[in-house]
Each structure stands twice: as structure tokens, then as C-alpha cells.
């Protein structure tokens, strides 16, 4: 039971971080041609650097997340992702321990965070959602996710930089997330309309994994798969593996609706974590070109 719980503590730190901090690759990865990091930000009250690619390793001081890990009809998660991105089902190792009646599943990981100190620009909070895709790195020992539909932001220079560098796609809006003892309360909204709220209980999250292995994140933008490295070091976190724990719901707004299409929060929580006082590094991703899509059957 020790070597297992060592196991799946690894693989919840490298889910843990996913949406926060890169490391850089030790493998070239400005063979691809990434010009959109000469961008020039677009607001200089911002506290920017003068170019997109001198933001570069970005740090994160001092992070808060709560993720929980929802299963999903796993054709249904692949119909939400490009041409040449694959998504894994649920009981892929490390998720080994969930049997083969998940077989049929995906794994999206829904996460809150607040960044409370950054390098450059405000302090920020943020609500994604990520699934997890098949990618040569996981024979490397990183995870891959790749960050579909829309996340919802607290500022704007965030936003920017997100999209201009990654593709990450966010809407601006009002995040926030609150710890009692009773769990955790995380709630998103855009427009004025609410996006997702979600309940993440704590009085089981007893066991503390080992330091988290490297993530890769990917996402699109201009016809091309960005890929970047992550690493970090959270101080606290507390990690459950209790199915059913944390609970999800979808409001009205359009990108609740993309979310409920693939059928997310109809289905069980399979992992939650919450993490605080979290360092980390993001630095420059790499890119390719995407391959064109299939054409459709008749």
C-alpha cells in the first residue's frame, strides 16, 4: 500500500501544478516557429516587460489552488479536442487504480487558483478546465494535459499573456474561492452570469504526496499545438483520493454550456487537492504545426 500511495502521490503533484508553472524543457525548444513572442503588450500600465518573450521565466510567488479531477464519456472529450491530440481514458497509469469499468472514461481536471504574488503585474485569480491527453512526455515522467473551452480571469494583463503566449483561452470575470472548515467553496463567473461553482470537502484530504513530478501543458493558437514544461514547489498541500467528494455545478453561461456538453459534472470526482503557498517558474513553451483535420465520413 506504501509503494502505491508513493505512486499516486507523484502523479497528484504533477496534476497539482498544471495550470500554474514551467520549467524550461532540457531539450531545445525554439526550434518552432513561436514569432508571437515578439508581441509588445498592449497596455504599459500593465508592468509589463517591453516584449512578450522577455516575461520569460515568469515566477509565481505565492499560489493557492483548489482541483478536482472529474471523469467525462471519453468520446465526448475527444470531440471538444484538435486534430493530433488524443485523450486518455481514466484508468491510463498512473490512474491504474481505477479499474476497467472507467475504461470508457476521460479524466478533466477542474481547478481555482489565486495567485497572490507574481513577478510582473497584479495579483490574480483564475477557474480552468484541462484534460488529460496522451503526449510523448509521459515517458519522460510528466503528465500531459491539454486546457480546452474557456477559463475565466481576474485581470487583464494575465489574460494577455496567457492567450498571446499559449493560447491558453480565458474570458475576463470575478473567480474566487474560500477554505472553511466545512470545504472549500469556488465559484466563477463572466458576464455577469455564473460559470461554475464547486464544493471540495477537506476533513479527508490526509495524505501528503512527495514533491510533484514536471506537467506538460498544451493548448493551440494559430494553427499550431503549444507545448510547455512545469514544475514547482507547493509548501502545504493535502491530497484526496475519496471518489464522489467534490462536486461540480454548471450555470447558464455559454461556457458552462461547452462544459456541460462533454458531460462534466455529471459524473463522479476521482481525486481533489488543495495546495497553498505554491513557488513556481513558467517559462517560454515550444510549438508545432497541428495536422490537418480529418475529413468528415459520409
Known sequence: MKTKSMQLGRWAGAVLLSSLILLPS????????CSWYDAVPPNPDWGLPPTLGEMFPFEFYDTEEALANFLVPLDRLQSVLPPGVQALPANFPPWAYLDDSHADFGLVCVMFFKHNSVQYGEPYNAAFAMAMVDDPAWSEGFSAWYAFGTGVITSEAAQWWGMAAFGWPC??????????????????????????KMDVGTEDMIFLPPAPDPTLL??????????ARMTGTPEIRSVSWTQGTSTLKLGEHPIAQQLRAIGLGEYPCVMQIWSKHMLGTLDRGA???LPPASPASN
Do not use: H
Request: proline content about 6%; glycine content about 8%; aromatic content about 8%.
Open 171 to 196: 474570458a475576463m470575470g470575478n473567480v474566487r474561492f474560500e477554505v472553511k472548515p466545512q470545504g472549500i467553496k469556488a465559484f466563477a463567473w463572466a458576464d455577469g452570469e455564473l460559470v461554475m
Open 287 to 289: 510549438c508545432e504545426p
Open 218 to 227: 498544451q493548448s493551440t493558437k494559430e494553427g499550431y499545438l503549444t507545448r
Open 26 to 33: 532540457a531539450r531545445a525548444q525554439d526550434s518552432c516557429p
